[in-house]
């Protein structure tokens, strides 16, 4: 399957904006998505991941009740809805498709990636 991730940019803390996962060659309606993020000089780390069927969300503390994961399985698309942007939340955004129906936290859960969005939160 390629992911393709796409909504990244540039915005003022406090701001919003929304990132979009596109899945082709194959559906992923049955696989847990997630998004992962990497700042500079940082890891990669979990930011929101979602079931199969969107019934299970899941967040890391720093994003949770500031970002929303939602998915469209006929669509076959996951999205990012990401408000009270901080500059902390500078980095490149990345989706990802699960090995399992459910998200797992960790990176090596994940059998598909995509090539990552920028998004930049100014102060």
């Known amino acids: 399957v390629q992911l393709q991730a796409s909504g990244g940019g540039l915005v003022q803390a406090g701001g919003s904006l929304k990132l979009s996962c596109a899945a082709s060659?194959?559906?992923?309606?049955?696989?847990?998505m997630a998004w992962f993020r990497q700042a500079p000089g940082k890891e990669r780390e979990f930011v929101s991941g979602?079931?199969?069927?969107?019934?299970?969300?899941s967040y890391s503390n720093s994003v949770k009740g500031r970002f929303t994961i939602s998915r469209d399985r006929v669509k076959n698309t996951i999205y990012l809805q990401m408000n009270s942007l901080k500059p902390d939340d500078t980095a490149v955004y990345y989706c990802a498709a699960a090995r399992s129906a459910v998200p797992s936290s960790v990176s090596n859960g994940y059998t598909s990636w995509g090539q990552g969005t920028q998004v930049t939160v100014s102060s």
């Open positions: 979602i079931s199969w069927n969107g019934g299970l969300q």
């Open positions: 060659g194959r559906t992923v309606s049955n696989n847990g």
